[in-house]
């Protein structure tokens, strides 16, 4: 089992930043895909960014191109997700995910496409 809990989530102006931290705990993994999502009220959870296990691979949806970057401390076992020019849409649940097992690749945005979740944090960007 893999235990992610996410962190850094609050209050902030537009134009503000904001670092969310997932710190994964549990069963040690060679291989993976880490990503971040988000739930606005009365959406569906949405793709933001993902990072793989090497770090050659990091992709972002098209809306936080640019101002959001993915990132990990491998001491720490913990991946952020750094938040710059926040907007009023960003306004969400964020949620860490993670995608393990021998020869993880690829790009994956589909929600159903993880195997373990964190529990979310709260980021709200007021105008």
């Known amino acids: 089992q893999v235990q992610l809990v996410e962190s850094g989530g609050g209050s902030v102006q537009a134009g503000g930043s904001l670092r969310l931290s997932c710190a994964a705990s549990g069963r040690t993994f060679s291989s993976y895909i880490m990503a971040w999502f988000r739930q606005a009220p009365g959406k569906e959870r949405e793709f933001v960014a993902s990072?793989?296990?090497?770090?050659?691979?990091?992709y972002y949806a098209d809306s936080v191109k640019g101002r959001f970057t993915i990132s990990r401390d491998n001491a720490k076992g913990t991946v952020y997700l750094q938040m710059n020019s926040l907007k009023p849409d960003d306004t969400a649940v964020y949620s860490c995910?993670?995608?393990?097992?021998?020869?993880?690749?690829?790009?994956?945005?589909?929600?159903?496409?993880?195997?373990?979740w964190g529990q979310g944090t709260q980021v709200t960007v007021s105008s």
């Open positions: 990072r793989n296990w090497s770090g050659d691979l990091t």
């Open positions: 995910a993670a995608k393990i097992g021998v020869g993880v690749r690829g790009v994956k945005l589909r929600p159903d496409q993880y195997d373990y």
